[in-house]
């Protein structure tokens, strides 16, 4: 992974901070993480973030997208294959497991995979060890596992597409990524940092957003959450040509389903997906002691990349702070 600055992780809130001292507990352990949340809402950024401040730092991290490889060709992307394993294994290949051995494998969409799949995967997960396809030679693997999904696994256990004694196996310390729209007090940091960010990429200097357009973020309900937030600013920066970013910069789908908030509480409304249960389970991850020191921690939340791993030091200097608040549009608190 390169030093870029879609590495930082920006975040304020409560639920956020919590995020933030589960990841640096789970950074110094090997145990299975499932990672769980809407669509852009981090889980890339969480599961990097626990490799690259662990023992693992200097190993590989290594990257499977289980959605996107058809059903044929997964078995022997994760495990390898011999040559003339089956038609058109030309070349013995070695699979992601043996790719990242001694580092930690990333099983993303890992709610995606079929049940043949769940079978070898759980028997990876508890042996320690597979077999290459086409091969009798059993294969020792050290390869932390950290998977992710947007997908309701509880039902999927319920109806029996996802096998209960694998999802038990990941889900060891589970951390669980709420919806934009449900942490609204993270907007303004997110806002100032992607205001920075595209400042530098595209040498530009514009300062903020002005009420109007800062108001229609602030009641917009953020379906593809961070993600999409990132997207939209990109698009004002383009289109504005001032330096305070107007309603007349916003791409039409946002203007158009932005309405004003009936909640002024954001947290308490609920995601689609009942995700209840396992947001109280990474809560009660955190003890009250523990809490105390992550306010005073994170008391100005920031991660940084530094030479490719990411410095979970969310202590930024007040200034910085202070003057992303300004950048944003926010005159304070
Ligand atoms: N807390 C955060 N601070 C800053 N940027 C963030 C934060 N969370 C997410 N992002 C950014 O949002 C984008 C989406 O994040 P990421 O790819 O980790 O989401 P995801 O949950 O894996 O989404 P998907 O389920 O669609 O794969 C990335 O550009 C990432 O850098
Ligand atoms: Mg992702």
């Keep these: 992974m390169g030093s870029s600055d879609d590495d930082k992780f920006v975040g304020e809130s409560n639920a956020m901070k919590k995020v933030f001292s589960v990841i640096s507990k789970l950074a110094k352990v090997s145990t299975p993480v499932l990672i769980r949340g809407e669509s852009g809402t981090g889980k890339e950024l969480v599961a990097k973030a626990i490799h690259y401040n662990g023992p693992r730092k200097d190993e590989k991290f290594v990257t499977i997208n289980c959605g996107a490889i058809p059903e044929n060709l997964i078995e022997s992307e994760l495990f390898g294959h011999e040559k003339g394993a089956f038609t058109g ?28 799949m769940q079978v070898k995967l759980l028997r990876v997960l508890q042996e320690k060890q597979f077999t290459p396809i086409g091969s009798n030679r059993v294969v020792n693997v050290d390869v932390r596992i950290i998977a992710a999904s947007h997908k309701p696994f509880e039902e999927m256990i319920k109806e029996g597409t996802f096998r209960e004694d694998l999802f038990y196996r990941l889900n060891v310390l589970p951390v669980y990524l709420p919806p934009l729209r449900e942490r609204k007090s993270d907007l303004p940091h997110l806002i100032g940092y992607y205001i920075d960010y595209f400042n530098s990429v595209h040498n530009l200097e514009i300062k903020k957003l002005n009420e109007e357009a800062t108001k229609l973020l602030e009641n917009y309900d953020w379906p593809g959450n ?38 002024d509480d954001p947290i308490k409304e609920e995601s689609q997906i009942d995700f209840k249960g396992i947001q109280n389970s990474v809560l009660d ?28 030091d969310f202590q930024v200097t007040k200034d910085r702070f202070e003057k992303r608040i300004y950048y944003s549009g926010f005159s304070g608190e």
Excluded at 90 to 107: H, V
């Design 89 to 116: 294994a030309t070349e013995r290949k070695l699979g992601k497991f043996q790719y990242a051995s001694g580092g930690t494998l990333f099983l993303d969409e890992i709610g995606d995979i079929s049940q043949a």
């Design 226 to 263: 961070i993600r999409e937030l990132r997207n939209v600013i990109e698009h004002c920066f383009i289109m504005e040509s001032s330096e305070v970013i107007s309603l007349d910069s916003f791409p039409s789908n946002i203007t158009h389903k932005a309405q004003p908030s009936e909640s």
């Design 285 to 312: 991850q955190t003890d009250s002691s523990e809490d105390e020191k992550s306010d005073r921690e994170y008391n100005f939340t920031y991660g940084e990349m530094n030479e490719g791993k990411i410095k979970l």
